[in-house]
């Protein structure tokens, strides 16, 4: 037996953890990304665990990855050029959209330019009808005219979206060979082999993010591959995916769509993991790195799953962990407007420059610096030692914003960091009231490089009881890549009644959803354990204009029992809108089929109980709450299980520094984690 090592890249730092499958010993790491080197961080993060826990390359026999390359791409815009082919008259289908403003409170709000402007979108004469019958045959002249004004235009690629291709792709197909006889090496990209569901923008703007980042993510992991291969990593690197479970990287060159929202995917499968270690039940994740604040509700440990999230300015519609940004992250550079207001972020100092306290050439001020001008970090290096805090740095950044709004060094940061927490309690109320839950039932999980800083400010003005700090909180996305089971999604759609009439045709649907997921897991995966499969149908009463996910049975479906499907259709309908009306004719709008096999779960060794008091390495002076106090300063290597401790207190650890305002009583359990319980 020898070591897991999962690894999560984001925009400050690359960080590493590394399961030792005989003991279950953990061991964790933080090295700067290189964003300009995408990969190089990798290696450089193999070497650093070489020289600190003596793991060698021979020793990983599982090795996964999540990156942020295909999302960069899409948000920086550094895809490649595509033109899309649709049907005639249907050309403006990305223009269109859904006619939805970004904010409907904002006169100037603008919809976002399409990653395919409206000159590269190209008509093909052809129609498909609803049914799948062919109404008019793809016309090869109109198709090579689109091919040859794509060519002029230099198109590096090519998505082939013609309309109802969900129910019939063959036109799509024909399209496809014939681009490839007259372009061998031009990438072409079918909607309906990307993500075949119904509607046309949907579909259409889902293949279009597709194309957009798959060779330059090709290119990526074919480079990991062999940079792991050269440094002797044996094993086959898996990736993780947006739907919280990993595939072979080498599926994920052509399957790149899949793993757009790796990293804060991730993060959410570590903080479930977290959860049930813990016993908490109900639990509201949040992840802060250096570039934004990401939230999601957990419940008994599993994440809700959704589609239609949002990749940069754009949605795509397959299924992925909910996972809704609120905020900005520790490297988000604060400034004052010219009307006198301070705002924190969207702009990054992200790992190049950094922020002024990390000493690296950034000198604009940022959330970090702000924790650091209170006092709150520099006393101690952070990220496993790669960052040495410069505290008269982060103060000179503070400065500029401390002359513009007439305060203090001290007032200005404490400053910067209200509005911080004011922003994502705003977004998170938000979230709470799409969702229906009470954020005050839930317990605040902060994990990130950043997300223990600002944790208990954040529970404090929610009125959330408890904060939940795991043993190893700046890691956990790569802790939740490691032991992400391996987890793929299926769909055809159907668009019929759930009747009597169609069972066959759903019991036909369902089979051929299931040939497919048990020949992808077997044979393309080749996962040798156990798998389960997971139904689901897009449901809605007939006449109704969108429709909901509701989880079903294969037994039920096999066995014909139409009522039992109905009435979990009526209940969810229910849960969700306050009513249902069983007497209504039900319409299937789609199936979905998941499979998922586990992978092995880390069992870690419980502490044995401390009885003795948890000794400050030292006290150390603060700006909180207005005013400078004195307060203790724990390391947390130095708190075990059992150890109770109060508040005001700052606790320093080797990837992240937990900050705990007045209000919180603090107790350790007996994994490590931190407990934080307010007005207790």
């Not at 999980?445 to 954040?458: E, I, K, R, V």
């Amino acid at each position: 037996m020898g070591y897991r090592i999962g690894v999560d890249i984001g925009g400050t730092f690359a960080d590493f953890c590394a399961l030792d499958e005989a003991t279950g010993r953990l061991a964790t790491l933080k090295v700067l990304s290189t964003p300009d080197e995408p990969g190089r961080e990798v290696i450089e993060g193999l070497g650093e665990l070489g020289r600190r826990f003596d793991i060698r390359p021979g020793d990983i026999d599982y090795f996964t990855h999540g990156t942020t390359v295909g999302i960069n791409s899409v948000i920086q815009r550094k895809g490649i050029r595509l033109c899309l082919f649709t049907t005639e008259n249907f050309v403006d289908v990305l223009e269109l959209a859904r006619l939805k403003m970004p904010d409907p409170y904002h006169l100037m709000s603008q919809r976002a330019e399409p990653l395919v402007t409206r000159e590269r979108v190209l008509p093909v004469r052809e129609r498909i009808l609803a049914d799948g019958t062919v109404d008019q045959p793809l016309d090869r002249t109109s198709l090579r005219r689109a091919f040859d004004r794509g060519i002029e235009m230099g198109a590096e690629g090519i998505v082939v979206a013609l309309l109802h291709s969900y129910s019939n792709p063959a036109h799509e197909h024909e399209a496809k060979r014939l681009i490839g006889e007259w372009a061998p090496d031009l990438p072409v990209f079918c909607s309906s082999d990307v993500w075949p569901i119904i509607r046309e923008y949907e579909r259409t703007t889902t293949a279009t993010i597709h194309g957009y980042v798959q060779p330059r993510v090709a290119l990526y992991l074919a480079s990991l591959q062999a940079a792991l291969k050269q440094a002797g990593v044996a094993a086959e690197p898996m990736v993780t995916k947006s739907n919280g479970g990993v595939m072979t990287a080498e599926l994920g060159k052509s399957a790149c769509l899949q793993m757009l929202l790796s990293g804060t995917a991730a993060g959410v499968i570590g903080a479930g993991f977290a959860a049930r270690q813990a016993g908490l039940d109900r639990v509201m994740s949040l992840d802060i790195g250096g570039t934004s604040a990401d939230v999601a509700v957990i419940v008994d440990g599993k994440p809700s799953y959704g589609t239609g999230e949002t990749v940069g300015e754009f949605p795509i519609y397959i299924p992925t962990v909910s996972v809704t940004s609120i905020g900005d992250g520790g490297g988000s550079i604060a400034a004052v407007s010219q009307f006198g207001v301070l705002t924190v972020g969207p702009e990054s100092a992200g790992s190049t420059p950094g922020p002024a306290c990390y000493g690296r050439g950034g000198t604009r001020p940022t959330m970090t610096d702000a924790f650091a001008a209170c006092g709150f970090i520099g006393h101690g290096n952070l990220g496993y030692d790669a960052v040495t805090v410069d505290v008269a740095k982060a103060r000179d950044a503070m400065a500029t914003i401390a002359a513009k709004l007439s305060r203090g060094v001290e007032q200005a940061a404490e400053a910067v960091i209200q509005v911080a927490v004011s922003g994502m309690y705003r977004e998170v109320s938000k979230l709470a009231s799409r969702q229906g839950v009470d954020p005050r039932e839930f317990a605040l999980l902060a994990f990130g490089g950043a997300g223990p800083m600002l944790g208990c400010f954040l529970a404090r003005e929610l009125g959330m009881r408890q904060v939940l700090i795991p043993t190893a909180p700046g890691v956990l996305s790569a802790l939740g890549g490691l032991i992400a089971d391996i987890r793929n999604d299926f769909i055809s759609t159907a668009y019929y009644p759930l009747s009597a009439a169609e069972l066959g045709r759903l019991k036909s649907d369902v089979q051929s959803l299931t040939r497919r997921a048990v020949a992808w897991i077997t044979e393309e995966q080749k996962f040798i354990g156990s798998y389960v499969l997971q139904p689901a149908a897009d449901m809605r009463y007939q006449g109704q204009s969108f429709e909901i996910e509701v989880p079903l049975q294969l037994d039920w479906i096999m066995a014909g029992d139409l009522e039992r499907i109905a009435a979990v259709f009526h209940a969810e309908h229910d849960r969700l809108y306050g009513h249902s009306n069983a007497k209504m004719p039900v319409h299937v709008v789609s199936l979905r089929l998941m499979v998922v096999g586990a992978s092995p779960q880390p069992r870690f060794a419980t502490q044995a109980r401390r009885d003795d008091r948890p000794t400050p390495a030292k006290q150390i002076e603060v700006y909180l709450d207005s005013a400078r106090c004195r307060v203790p300063l724990y390391r947390r290597a130095d708190l075990g299980h059992g150890h109770r401790f109060a508040s005001p207190c700052v606790i320093a650890q080797e990837d992240t520094t937990i900050c705990v305002p007045e209000g919180f009583a603090g107790s350790v359990d007996a994994y490590g984690n931190i407990l934080l319980s307010l007005g207790q």
